[in-house]
């Protein structure tokens, strides 16, 4: 951990981030099912979600009311390869495809409040990635593991064709090709063994270190839930969950590490020492519709909590400050316009824009 926090020290020093965001849960139906989700609904479900497009945007709007700049948009896998209610919600809305329907509302977005869309639709061709990165400024798809093993009989992915690692590192490095920044990340506790999540870490550092695209590592305890399959599993212990973290930062080096800190209430400072320098995405408007049962912390705690370890709370954008240099080629000129204007020199938001 001392380590780990030199390093962090060395490449964003006293410099902690979050990004202030609206969760726009477009369409929870989702073709894969895993063991710990609790996030999949079924057509009937009372909490099934299919927005409209007024719907997105009241939401959007008020995400700009209390000073966000982000819009996560985030869907099941592909509902309507499986799902004939998915069609027709889609064919209504004048659409054939999730992708086709998260670009239009994504364009509206933009257009009718200046959050900058990031989406997370699970995995993605390159052809579609490539039509929403006009409307986007980043994409996220969490690796979890590039354990093959997790996708066996009886593991949390046996009934979850996409989260199959081949299907994830395929679109993790299209983005790449595309020069997309990316979120993406692992779930920890889900089955893997130590070395299976150390060659994960290792396998995205490789792919860093191809494509430099990927602006964000998410380091995610897996936390079990009632009425999953995983429901009486245990979750990994504090100590342990803090060290992986803590090797994260050594083999990841000088990329964007974040712990989701509603996940890890009452413990938050330890992820400091163990070299983060991002607490995610924190909403004053909307629940986090993957782990709803957690709710987002208080920012004035976190603030304080961040400057107890030495360092400076700043509120950044769905794409970090390094991504918006123009030699890079990560940010579209039709995009920078809605970017500048909420950035200061640092490419931060702007003081009076932070929550």
Same mark, same amino acid.
């Given at each position: 951990?001392?380590?780990?926090?030199?390093?962090?020290?060395?490449?964003?020093?006293?410099l902690?981030?979050? $990004? /202030? @965001? =609206?969760? !726009?849960?477009? #369409?929870?139906?989702?073709?894969?099912?895993?063991?710990?989700? &609790?996030?999949?609904?079924g057509?009937?479900?009372?909490?099934?979600?299919?927005?409209?497009?007024?719907?997105v945007?009241?939401?959007?709007?008020?995400?700009?009311?209390?000073?966000?700049?982000?819009?996560?948009?985030?869907?099941?896998?592909?509902?309507?390869?499986?799902?004939?209610?998915?069609?027709?919600?889609?064919?209504?809305?004048?659409?054939?495809?999730?992708v086709?329907?998260?670009?239009?509302?994504?364009?509206?977005?933009?257009?009718?409040?200046?959050?900058?869309?990031?989406?997370?639709?699970?995995?993605?061709?390159?052809?579609?990635?490539?039509?929403?990165?006009?409307?986007?400024?980043?994409?996220?798809?969490?690796?979890?593991?590039?354990s093959?093993r997790?996708?066996?009989?009886?593991?949390?992915?046996?009934?979850?064709?996409?989260? $199959? /690692? @081949? =299907?994830? !590192?395929?679109? #993790?490095?299209?983005?790449?090709?595309?020069?997309?920044?990316? &979120?993406?990340?692992?779930?920890?506790?889900?089955?893997?063994?130590?070395?299976?999540?150390?060659?994960?870490?290792?396998?995205?550092?490789?792919?860093?270190?191809?494509?430099?695209?990927?602006?964000?590592?998410?380091?995610?305890?897996?936390?079990?839930?009632?009425?999953?399959?995983?429901?009486?599993?245990?979750?990994?212990?504090?100590?342990?969950?803090?060290k992986?973290v803590?090797v994260?930062?050594?083999?990841?080096?000088?990329?964007?590490?974040?712990?989701?800190?509603?996940?890890?209430?009452?413990?938050?400072?330890?992820?400091?020492?163990?070299?983060?320098?991002?607490?995610?995405?924190?909403?004053?408007?909307?629940?986090?519709?993957?782990n709803?049962?957690?709710?987002?912390?208080?920012?004035?705690?976190i603030?304080?909590?961040?400057?107890?370890?030495?360092?400076?709370?700043?509120?950044?954008?769905?794409?970090?400050?390094?991504?918006?240099?123009?030699?890079l080629?990560?940010?579209?000129?039709s995009?920078?316009?809605y970017?500048?204007?909420?950035?200061?020199?640092?490419?931060?938001?702007?003081?009076?824009?932070?929550?």
């Amino acid at each position: 951990m001392h380590s780990a926090k030199l390093i962090r020290d060395r490449f964003k020093p006293g410099l902690i981030t979050y $990004s /202030p @965001k =609206v969760f !726009i849960n477009l #369409i929870n139906l989702c073709r894969d099912t895993c063991s710990y989700c &609790t996030y999949k609904k079924g057509p009937t479900d009372e909490a099934l979600s299919m927005l409209s497009r007024e719907q997105v945007l009241l939401i959007a709007q008020k995400g700009k009311m209390a000073r966000c700049t982000e819009a996560l948009i985030v869907t099941g896998e592909r509902p309507e390869t499986k799902y004939s209610e998915a069609r027709e919600w889609l064919k209504s809305l004048g659409h054939h495809s999730i992708v086709d329907y998260i670009q239009e509302v994504s364009d509206l977005i933009l257009c009718k409040t200046g959050l900058l869309p990031h989406t997370n639709a699970g995995s993605l061709t390159k052809m579609e990635m490539s039509s929403l990165k006009d409307t986007n400024v980043s994409l996220g798809v969490m690796l979890e593991s590039a354990s093959e093993r997790l996708a066996g009989k009886g593991m949390p992915h046996e009934m979850a064709p996409s989260k $199959s /690692p @081949k =299907v994830r !590192i395929k679109t #993790i490095q299209s983005a790449g090709e595309l020069k997309i920044p990316m &979120t993406t990340g692992l779930l920890v506790g889900i089955g893997e063994t130590p070395e299976e999540l150390i060659d994960s870490l290792f396998l995205l550092r490789d792919i860093q270190n191809k494509f430099g695209h990927l602006q964000e590592v998410i380091m995610q305890n897996f936390s079990p839930k009632a009425d999953t399959a995983m429901a009486k599993s245990d979750r990994p212990s504090h100590s342990y969950f803090v060290k992986c973290v803590a090797v994260a930062r050594l083999i990841l080096n000088d990329m964007n590490i974040q712990v989701p800190p509603n996940l890890n209430p009452g413990c938050l400072g330890d992820f400091l020492d163990a070299g983060i320098n991002d607490w995610g995405g924190i909403s004053p408007v909307t629940i986090d519709h993957v782990n709803p049962e957690y709710s987002w912390p208080d920012l004035k705690n976190i603030g304080m909590i961040t400057i107890q370890r030495g360092g400076d709370l700043r509120a950044r954008l769905p794409i970090y400050p390094e991504f918006l240099d123009k030699s890079l080629g990560f940010l579209p000129e039709s995009l920078r316009p809605y970017v500048d204007i909420l950035v200061d020199k640092t490419g931060l938001v702007k003081e009076h824009d932070r929550n």
